[in-house]
């Protein structure tokens, strides 16, 4: 008996502040969405974003209208779960909670921007080499394991004056050039294996091996995505950004 009262104080000393939340306690609960937020910016999309979503070989998250646009992650959850692969965007597969995270942060991002002296726009491509070559030539080797798919002597050689520094920079991270490989099953059990050569959130369209394109609503069937390039995105999450910055001051020394 006294057990069970006691079981039920507690509990509802425990819901107390979550039934009347305070101002404080909201706002410590949208900082905590925010700084969790940034730590998946950070080690998903800083490196093509810029460290503070001031844009780097990605554009500009803060200026962005489609950002500003976003009410709690509905529009940028959509780019971020689909990609724009075309563009050189790569698609992530986050929960909602961590879209919400991460919305939480560029808002509250640009809710400081628009307080705080910007820095100047459109930094020159020598400011992008802020890594040390020969620590980026041994994670190349050692811990990136780049080295086990990857040759400076071959596939590599000269890869420094094949692009633009600012295109190589991206390029480390999501090479562009190789489509997905997807299979989509509709409801009857049928399914289509092809090059996907367009998606948005609504639709997608393979080429088949002989040739074949066909789109179909994404709503009716079951899409699933073999990325080709699956293990460099999987590698972002492990990357940090000064490995990155390191392996493109290595890279763009072969010229
Ligand atoms: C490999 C580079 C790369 C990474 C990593 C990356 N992005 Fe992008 N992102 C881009 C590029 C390039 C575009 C521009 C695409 C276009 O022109 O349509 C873009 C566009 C966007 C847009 C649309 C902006 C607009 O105004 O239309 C949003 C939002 C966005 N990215 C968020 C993210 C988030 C959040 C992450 C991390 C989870 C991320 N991106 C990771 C390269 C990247
Ligand atoms: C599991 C194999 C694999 C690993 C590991 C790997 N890559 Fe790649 N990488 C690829 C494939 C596949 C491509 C696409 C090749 C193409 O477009 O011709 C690619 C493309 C690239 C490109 C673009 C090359 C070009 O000419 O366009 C760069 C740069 C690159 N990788 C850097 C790296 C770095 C740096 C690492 C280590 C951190 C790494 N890769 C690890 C498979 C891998």
Known sequence: MVLRLLAVLLVAALRLPA?????M???????????AGKL????NCAFCHGPDARGASGPDLIRSTLVNHDVNGDLIGQVVRNGRLQKGMPAFSFSDAQIRQIA?????????ASTVARRAPDSPPETLL?????RGKAYFNGAGK?????????????????YKPIDLQSRIVFP?????????TESSGRSFEG????ADEFTVTLRGRDGWTRSWNRARVQVRVQDPLAAHVAQLSVYTDRNIHDLFAYLETLK
């Open 40 to 43: 998946l910016f950070q080690q």
């Open 195 to 198: 090059e996907q050569i367009y």
């Open 104 to 112: 939480t942060y560029l808002h509250s991002e640009a809710a400081l």
């Open 25 to 35: 306690g909201q706002k410590q609960a949208a900082d905590a969405q925010a700084s």
């Open 176 to 184: 562009a050039g190789l489509n997905p490989t997807v299979t989509v």
């Open 19 to 23: 039934q009347d939340p305070d101002d």
């Open 146 to 162: 780049c080295s086990t798919c990857h040759s400076p002597e071959r596939d590599l050689a000269h890869v420094a004056t094949k």
């Open 130 to 134: 802020v890594g040390d070559a020969n």
